[in-house]
Nanobody, 128 residues
Framework: EVQLQASGGGLVQAGGSLRLSCAAS????????IGWFRQAPGKEREGVSC????????YYADSVKGRFTISSDNAKNTVYLQMNSLKPEDTAVYYC?????????????????????WGKGTQVTVSS
């Protein structure tokens, strides 16, 4: 059974940090780009970041560059998103997703990738 188990969301004050985890199972971790989308109420879904554990390629949306860091632990089949200097505009439901592809510097968008698997969302709320 394929699973993407997301965790780590919560409530934090502006300027604080959170680390999201996405534990993958049921598919070959190295064959997939894995990353995070987020969606805030009334806003379009945004591709935040992705990583390919096979070659280490990463992508970050401009809105999070310099504040978020994505990494993968191949031994644990887990992708992490370290989020620092959080802002109220980072408030959203964050979804882990996997695409049978390589993470591209051009973006992490559903226009560019066929998302094969989605995890359940985890809420991130940043208070001002």
């Amino acid at each position: 059974e394929v699973q993407l188990q997301a965790s780590g969301g919560g409530l934090v004050q502006a300027g604080g940090s959170l680390r999201l985890s996405c534990a993958a199972s049921g598919f070959t971790f190295d064959d997939y780009a894995i990353g995070w989308f987020r969606q805030a109420p009334g806003k379009e879904r945004e591709g935040v970041s992705c990583i390919s554990s096979s070659d280490g390629s990463t992508y970050y949306a401009d809105s999070v560059k310099g504040r978020f860091t994505i990494s993968s632990d191949n031994a644990k089949n887990t992708v992490y998103l370290q989020m620092n200097s959080l802002k109220p505009e980072d408030t959203a439901v964050y979804y882990c997703a996997a695409a049978y592809d390589v993470c591209s510097a051009y973006g992490w968008h559903t226009d560019l990738y066929v998302i094969d698997y989605w995890g359940k969302g985890t809420q991130v709320t940043v208070s001002s």
